[in-house]
């Protein structure tokens, strides 16, 4: 069960990491593409 929990928190924090870098893109005009890019390099280098 801990393992689950740990799980769940861990993916939670590299989603929160996914979504402030892609708004982070999005604030400086980037567009859709550059945007998911940066989000997933901001999840796998932050999370």
């Known amino acids: 069960m801990q393992r689950?929990?740990?799980?769940g928190v861990g993916a939670m924090?590299?989603?929160l990491f996914c979504v402030a870098g892609t708004v982070?893109?999005?604030t400086y005009g980037l567009g859709?593409?550059?945007a998911a890019v940066l989000g997933v390099?901001?999840?796998v280098?932050?999370?």
């Open 4 to 7: 689950v929990i740990v799980s």
């Open 13 to 15: 924090g590299v989603g």
């Open 24 to 26: 982070k893109a999005f």
């Open 32 to 34: 859709l593409l550059p």
């Open 41 to 43: 390099v901001t999840a």
């Open 45 to 47: 280098g932050g999370g």
